[in-house]
Every structure is written in C-alpha cells, then in structure tokens.
C-alpha cells in the first residue's frame, strides 16, 4: 500500500463529493481552463488561495514562492505572468501576502538561514529603505506587521513594472494590478488600498508625493 494512502483515499472523497454536487466538473476542466484571476502569493500553506476566496478548481490561476516576491529576473513568474495575461487574457492580478510571514521576518531580524537569503536580500532593501516608518512604530511584531504591508505594495509595483503588463496596457488590454494581504489571525483578507490599472497609475505611483 502506498505511503500517503490517507492522501489518496481523502482524493477519492474529495472527487467523488464534488461529482455528487455537480456531475459534469470534471468534464468541463478537463476541456477548459478560463480563470479569471491570476494569484500571486506566499508559499506558506496556511494560505490556499482557492479556499480563502471561495472560488473553486478552475476560477484562480495560482503563482506562489516564499514571501510573494515578484523578481524581475525570476522566469518562472514572469512565465506565469506572460500566460495569464497572453494567453488567458486575465484581466485582475491579485498580489497577497500576509500577516506573521516567516521569509518578512527572517528579513527583518537578518538571522542566517542558508540559501534562501539570496531570496530574502529583496525583502531586507525594502526593510532598509523604509527605515525611518518601521523604526517608529512600537514593537518587533508591529514593524513586521507593517513590513508585511509594504512588501505587498512593493511587489504590487513591481507586477506592474513588467514588459507583460506594460505592454498590455500599452495596446489598451484592461489590467488592473490588486494589493491584498491576509490574517492568519482571523481568516480574513484586506485591501491594501493600492490598485493600478494602466500606464498612468504606475507613473502616479512611482512619483514622490510633494
């Protein structure tokens, strides 16, 4: 008997519940597949991005990595990227991340961790260059509560930044770039207030206020 049986007998449930509800799901993924989001967000598994939005196989084309980092040399993202603009015609990238994230807070407190902190070098510029806003605030877990936030607008930016995106609102594809950010805590997801939906907006977002 295979090692994860328990895995596998819970598919077998799983599949045979989901036919029960509706006889033809299966039939109608195996033939298409039209998401209408595309998720990037945290590798952390307390964070399905189908079972916190409520949306079911099929509705969310998913990209996950440690933090919800978005790297513009990291081809494996900006691969998913390119498909769910180009060839899904998604129109609404939502970046997510959340609270008490563990890669946010190896970042911030610089403990060696091996390999990964090449990863989490991007995390620590941020840190560094928000200095003055996380030094003010009152304890450790309210600076990477807060850090947590940034990071997510930062990669909101970032998304934004790419040739895809660029290039689909230049020939006027509509896109609109979402910040999010959940609580573990309470289950509940918030907007981070920092939504882009075209050239201007970047330019508006890039630009220091006065």
Known sequence: ???????????????????????????????????????????????????ITGLAPGEVFVHRNVANLVIHTDLNMLSVLQYAVDALGIRDIIVC??????????????KPLGLIDNWLRHIQDLARQSRAELSALPSPDARIARLCELNVIEQVLHVAETTVVTSAWARHQPITVHGWIY??????????????SSLDDLERHRRPPV
């Open 1 to 51: 008997m295979p090692s994860l049986h328990h895995l596998l007998e819970q598919n077998e449930r799983w599949a045979s519940e989901m036919v029960a509800r509706d006889p033809e799901c299966f039939f109608r993924l195996s033939h298409q597949q039209a998401p209408q989001y595309l998720w990037i967000g945290c590798a952390d598994s307390r964070v399905p991005a189908n079972q």
């Open 97 to 110: 991340g959340h609270y008490g994230c563990g890669g946010v807070r190896a970042a911030l407190e610089g």
């Open 183 to 196: 609580d573990v805590g309470d289950g509940r997801i918030r907007d981070l207030g920092v939504e882009l």
